[in-house]
């Protein structure tokens, strides 16, 4: 049974710091690409960034490039993404996502609010 579990968010400060994470199993990791989306109330969902499956290339939204970095640990089937100056509008549901061709998984989400 796949599962991608998402953890770390909450509620932080405008300026302030955040680490996901995404515990992935029931497929095989090392072989998929794995992406951060976000989706903020009445948006779309929107990529945030995305390594390659064995972490040699990386690919980030204009948004967030500069203050976010996306990483990957293939020994612990983990995706991680660290938040770093966060603002209001990076204010949403973050969902990682596994991705190989046709073959997408998707967590069920973890929230980011960035507020004083």
């Known amino acids: 049974q796949v599962q991608l579990v998402e953890s770390g968010g909450g509620l932080v400060q405008p300026g302030g710091s955040l680490r996901l994470s995404c515990a992935a199993s029931?497929?095989?990791?090392?072989?998929?690409?794995m992406s951060w989306y976000r989706q903020a109330p009445g948006k779309e969902r929107d990529l945030v960034a995305t390594m390659s499956s064995a972490g040699k290339s990386t690919n980030y939204a204009d948004t967030v490039k500069g203050r976010f970095i996306i990483s990957r640990d293939n020994a612990k089937n983990t995706v991680s993404l660290q938040m770093n100056s966060l603002k209001p509008e990076d204010t949403a549901v973050y969902y990682c996502k596994a991705g190989r061709g046709s073959s997408n998984y998707w967590g069920q989400g973890t929230q980011v609010t960035v507020s004083s």
């Open positions: 029931g497929f095989t990791f090392s072989s998929y690409a």
